[in-house]
């Protein structure tokens, strides 16, 4: 499917506003691909102005990775591509040893074709650390269940080197750690609080890290997050209403969607049709996870449960700022227990799955499609 709409975007889709000529490699060079790339080639700047757009915005992680790549003789352009197609790589074998921990009711082929086919998998050619987030996950995820907590902590710390919403899963290694010291009647209240304290460092070590370099490089630990206003800035007040409200999925512009699909309704047919349509995928995407997780929510065990809601939380959260339905693809995708879920509907509904599973693959090619030819697709 990703291959496909490749084609389409380079042959049969007309050029779009960040067209950029040359090979596919360069195309890892838009939005998001451009800031980590600018990281591994210059470094982080920050001048303390929260209103302009700078990349201590974005974690380090991925980008070290970039300038490893670079070093051993890639360009610039393939380093920022060949990272996220390797990792991409091995996410089948390692979802299946999820599984297994898994409810056996659940289609393990169906649940794959899922997380494969999600129109999120359109970045791993796009230079994020889609996969890699993905891959911390389902092995944070594995150990969780396996109960070696330490190991978890680890890949958590790890993870949230990449970026914020990989705190999350560390907050479910510690509170799964502290569940399961608790279900015994004999508790070394010392000894537990200790292990949580040198667990719970482990587990956010990434963040930890680069607030700290910010605050050496910079002065400010927090500079990450006070550069979010460039991208749009609401009332805290106004920010938790659209939350709660979720103005920010009912406001999706879907009504100028159904206008561009009206010939010669407006004047730049495919540019407003492609705002809308993102807007409109990326919440029905939104929608589709979330059912399928409300559907398994007995079917599936409690710490997959509990980390997939987080995500979702946190999203909804995301959604309330001006920005609104954008991105669910890339964010979202780290919800790694969803695709588990909706394999665990197969047995029940199966024409439902299968109607997931297509509108998967049909906006996996549209989504590609439309990065390939130069739209935006966040």
Known sequence: MTVFGVWLGLHVLPHGPTWVNGGLFRRAWFWDGGW????????????????????????????????????????????????????????????????????????????????????????????????????????????????????????????????????????????????????????DMGRTFGSLLAMGALAISGFLSYTGFLYARFGDPLAFLQVQRAWGHLPLATHVYRFLTLAGVFGGGYSKFLMSLIPFANTQPLRVFEASLQNTLNTLTFVILACSLWYARRRLPRVMMLYAALVLVAYLWLLGSVQGPVSTARLVFIAIPAFIAIGSMASRFPRITSGILLFFALTLVVQTALFVAGYWVV
Do not use: K
């Open 36 to 187: 980590y790339l600018s990281i591994a080639e210059h470094g982080y700047a920050w001048n303390g102005h929260a209103g302009i757009q700078q990349n201590v915005a974005f974690f380090p992680l991925y980008p070290l990775i970039e300038r490893l790549f670079h070093g051993l003789g890639f360009s610039w352009a393939a380093a920022a591509i060949i990272p996220s197609l390797l990792f991409a790589i091995p996410l089948p074998l390692i979802f299946s040893a999820l599984l297994r921990h898994a409810n056996a009711d659940i289609r393990r082929d169906l649940a794959t074709y899922a997380l494969m086919l999600y129109p999120g998998a359109q970045f791993y050619l796009a230079g994020y650390p889609t996969s890699l987030m993905n891959v911390i996950v389902m092995l944070g995820l594995w150990a969780i269940l396996a109960r070696r907590y330490w190991l978890a902590a680890t890949i958590a710390g790890i993870g949230t080197a990449a970026g914020p919403l990989m705190m999350l899963l560390s907050m479910v290694v510690c509170g799964s750690y502290i569940h399961d010291r608790f279900r015994g009647s004999d508790v």
